[in-house]
C-alpha cells in the first residue's frame, strides 16, 4: 500500500484547479472500482472517488495497494496527459489493504454464569467477563441424582458423603462407629463430638450420652434428668398482630402497649406446652383478640387484666390431630 501525492500545472507553472485524474490498472482503461483517501485513517480508511478533480492548488493524492498503475489527466487548459507505470511498493505497514475482510464486529458470548463486558469490538478493545452474583448457598453441580452440565443449585442429602465415610457437619464432628441388626438397619452409634441439635439430620442416634440425660438411656422411654433443662424465654415485638414461631422456643414474653390480636402460632409441635407471658403498660386496658387455634374451658375466651402494668399467663397444650391449641389464662400476677 502506498501513498500518492500530484500537482497538475499548465506550462508556466500556474496550478490547473478542476482537472480529472483517473487512475488505471497499468495497461488497463477502465478506472480502478477502489482507491483510498491518502489522508484516511490508517485503520479506517476512506474510499476516494476515481477519477477525482485537483484541488484550487492544483493539487490531488491518493492510496492504493502495491502494484503498477497508470495516472490519466485532462481537463482545465492543459491537454490530456498520463503518468504510466507508476510502481508501487508497500512503504505503510499499518495501512489497510483494499482486500479487506468482511468481519466487522467480534462478540463474546458465554453460560449465564458469567458477565461479559466490552462486546461487541467494532474497532480496537478488550472482551471481558466477570463470575455473575449467584443465589447465596448455592453450589455449583452437576444436576442432582443424574449427570449433566453443572448449574448454581442448592445442596440436597445426595450431596453429602455416605453413611460410613468421615466427616464434618455444622458443629457435629463425627468418627462413624455404627452397629447394626440382620437387617442392616443401624442400631448404634458412637460419636465422638455432637452439639446437642440434630435438626435436618437424617438418621439420629437411638443414645444420647451427657447434657444431663441418664447416660444410655434411649430416647423412646421415660428419662430421668439429672440436670436443670430449660428453654431461654423469647420476647415477642408488639404490633397490631403479634406472630409466634415456635421453633425459637415454648415460653414468650409481650409488652402490651395497644390492643392487639395473638395470631395462631407457627411450627407447633405435638404435644407441645407453650407459655405466653402478656404484661399491661402504664396506660393498661389492652385488650387481646386470640386466633383460631386457641380454644378455651366453655367456648368463651376470656379477656386480660386491665390494671396498669399488670402481668397474665396464657397457657396452651397444641393437639396435633385436631390443630388445637388448649388454653388457660392466669391473671394479674402480683
Not at 41 to 65: H, I, K, L
Not at 261 to 272: F, M, W
Request: proline share 5%; net charge neutral.
Amino acid at each position: 500500500m502506498k501513498r500518492w501525492y500530484g500537482v497538475v500545472q499548465d506550462q508556466t507553472g500556474r496550478p490547473i484547479q478542476g482537472a480529472s485524474v483517473s487512475v488505471y490498472a497499468s495497461g488497463t482503461i477502465t478506472p480502478l472500482v477502489t482507491i483510498y483517501a491518502a489522508s484516511g485513517s490508517r485503520t479506517a480508511p476512506v474510499t476516494q472517488t476515481n477519477p477525482m478533480t485537483t484541488d484550487a492548488n492544483g493539487e490531488y493524492s491518493f492510496a492504493a495497494a502495491d502494484g503498477n498503475y497508470d495516472i490519466s489527466i485532462t481537463g482545465g487548459s492543459i491537454a490530456s496527459k498520463t503518468i504510466p507505470n507508476v510502481i508501487f511498493v508497500d512503504e505503510l505497514t499499518t495501512f489497510p489493504s483494499p482486500q479487506l475482510g468482511t468481519v466487522t464486529s467480534v462478540g463474546l458470548s458465554l453460560p449465564s454464569m458469567f458477565t461479559v463486558t466490552g462486546s461487541p469490538v467494532t474497532g480496537a478493545g478488550t472482551l471481558g467477563a466477570t463470575l455473575a452474583s449467584q443465589t447465596a448457598n448455592y453450589v455449583f453441580a452437576a444436576p442432582a441424582g443424574s449427570a449433566g452440565a453443572p448449574v448454581f443449585r442448592a445442596l440436597v442429602t445426595g450431596d453429602l458423603p455416605a453413611i460410613g465415610t468421615a466427616g464434618t457437619y455444622g458443629s457435629a464432628t463425627q468418627t462413624p462407629q455404627f452397629t447394626t441388626d440382620a437387617t442392616g438397619r443401624v442400631t448404634g452409634v458412637t460419636l465422638v463430638t455432637i452439639a446437642p441439635t440434630f435438626a435436618n439430620v437424617a438418621s439420629k442416634p437411638t443414645t444420647l450420652s451427657g447434657y444431663g440425660i441418664t447416660d444410655g438411656a434411649s430416647l423412646t422411654t421415660a428419662q430421668q434428668f439429672t440436670a436443670q433443662q430449660n428453654v431461654t424465654m423469647s420476647t415477642l415485638t408488639y404490633a397490631a398482630t403479634v406472630n409466634t414461631n415456635c421453633d425459637l422456643g415454648n415460653v414468650f414474653y409481650l409488652a402490651a402497649t395497644g390492643n392487639f390480636t395473638l395470631a395462631d402460632p407457627t411450627n407447633l409441635g405435638s404435644g407441645g406446652c407453650y407459655v405466653w407471658f402478656i404484661k399491661q403498660d402504664a396506660t393498661g386496658s389492652r385488650f387481646i383478640t386470640f386466633g383460631s387455634k386457641f380454644k378455651f374451658a366453655g367456648g368463651v375466651a376470656p379477656t386480660l387484666s386491665t390494671a396498669s402494668n399488670a402481668m397474665d399467663r396464657l397457657v396452651a397444650t397444641y393437639d396435633a390431630t385436631n390443630d388445637l391449641l388448649y388454653c388457660s389464662l392466669d391473671k394479674k400476677f402480683s
